[in-house]
Each structure stands twice: as C-alpha cells, then as structure tokens.
C-alpha cells in the first residue's frame, strides 16, 4: 500500500507561485510513475502532470504548460510541482497519485492518492 504525504498549497495572488509537495513511502518511485491531478469545484479531476518512471519524460497539460514544472527528488521520495504565474482558474484541490504516466495525462491511476491540498489563486 503506497502511502502519501502532500504539502504545499495555500492562498496566493494571481502571478503568484507555490510548489507542492508529494512525499512517497520508500521504494514507490522505483516502480511507480506519479502524476498530479486537480479538481476544482463542481468540475471533474483532471490530470495536470506527471513523470514517467521508466525515461523520465513528463508531460503537462497544456493549460499549464510552460508555468508548472514537476520534478522527482528519488533520494527524498519526494514529487514536487512547481507552480509559477498562477491564475484564478488554478483554484483547485490538488492530488498526487501513482498511475500510468503518458501524453494524455489519463493514463490508469492505481487507487492510491494522496490527501490532496487546496490552492486558492485569489487576490
């Protein structure tokens, strides 16, 4: 059973960052790929990004492409999501999971999620 540990989040004004923290039990990135969801209210979860264990690839959705960056501390057990120039509609709760890592972000997720945390972009 992978355990998780998420940390992070919070309120931050639009053009704001924050990075969340995804703490993994030992030995779960070895055979896992992790990928970050979110869910906003009364919207489906949706895949943001993820790692993909086996060559390191990661993938973004292309609504946060080029101000999320997500990145894998192995000696830690640790995922992390960067998030830069936050916008209102980042407002979500934010999950970890173990799953499928490819392009669509929609890969088969393990039943193993993390917590979540919210993130409220909001001035």
């Known amino acids: 059973q992978v355990q998780f540990v998420q940390s992070g989040g919070g309120l931050v004004q639009p053009g704001g960052s924050l990075r969340l923290s995804c703490a993994v039990s030992e030995f779960t990135l070895d055979y896992y790929s992790i990928g970050w969801f979110r869910q906003a209210p009364g919207k489906e979860r949706d895949g943001v990004s993820c790692?993909?264990?086996?060559?390191?690839?990661?993938y973004y959705a292309n609504s946060v492409k080029g101000r999320f960056t997500a990145s894998t501390d192995n000696a830690k057990n640790t995922v992390y999501l960067q998030m830069n120039s936050l916008k209102p509609e980042d407002t979500a709760v934010y999950y970890c999971?173990?799953?499928?890592?490819?392009?669509?972000?929609?890969?088969?997720?393990?039943?193993?999620w993390g917590q979540g945390t919210q993130v409220t972009v909001s001035s």
């Open positions: 999971a173990t799953m499928i890592c490819d392009r669509t972000l929609r890969g088969h997720t393990f039943d193993s």
């Open positions: 790692i993909n264990r086996s060559d390191g690839s990661t």
